[in-house]
């Protein structure tokens, strides 16, 4: 079993910073593959970044990519997403999330825990 606890989120104007965290409990954490994902209201939840288990490789949205970094820290058992140049329809709930795979997945249905989710909202 793996337990998610993501942080960081919060009330930005457009064109700011977050650095949203999750930290990781339970199974080894280095074992598996991790991701971002965001769902706004009345929308599906879609991957916003997702890395594999080393942090060596790692996959972007077109709608986040130049603006978005996604890393891990694998001795803290925490993975990160750092998020710049903020626009309102970056606006939604974002969650992060593991794989049993140690490869990097981008399907939402492959992955197995989920945090609870963090609000992040930007201001036009």
């Known amino acids: 079993q793996v337990q998610l606890v993501e942080s960081g989120g919060g009330l930005v104007q457009a064109g700011g910073s977050l650095r949203l965290s999750c930290a990781a409990s339970?199974?080894?954490?280095?074992?598996?593959?991790m991701g971002w994902f965001r769902q706004a209201p009345g929308k599906e939840r879609d991957v916003v970044a997702a890395?594999?288990?080393?942090?060596?490789?790692?996959y972007y949205a077109a709608s986040v990519k130049g603006r978005f970094t996604i890393s891990r820290d694998n001795a803290k058992n925490t993975l990160y997403l750092q998020m710049n140049s903020l626009k309102p329809e970056d606006t939604a709930v974002y969650y992060c999330?593991?794989?049993?795979?140690?490869?990097?997945?981008?399907?939402?249905?492959?992955?197995?825990?989920w945090g609870q989710g963090t609000q992040v909202t930007v201001s036009s």
């Open positions: 999330a593991a794989t049993l795979s140690t490869a990097l997945i981008t399907t939402t249905r492959r992955y197995d825990y």
């Open positions: 890395i594999n288990w080393s942090g060596s490789n790692a």
């Open positions: 339970g199974r080894t954490y280095s074992s598996y593959a």
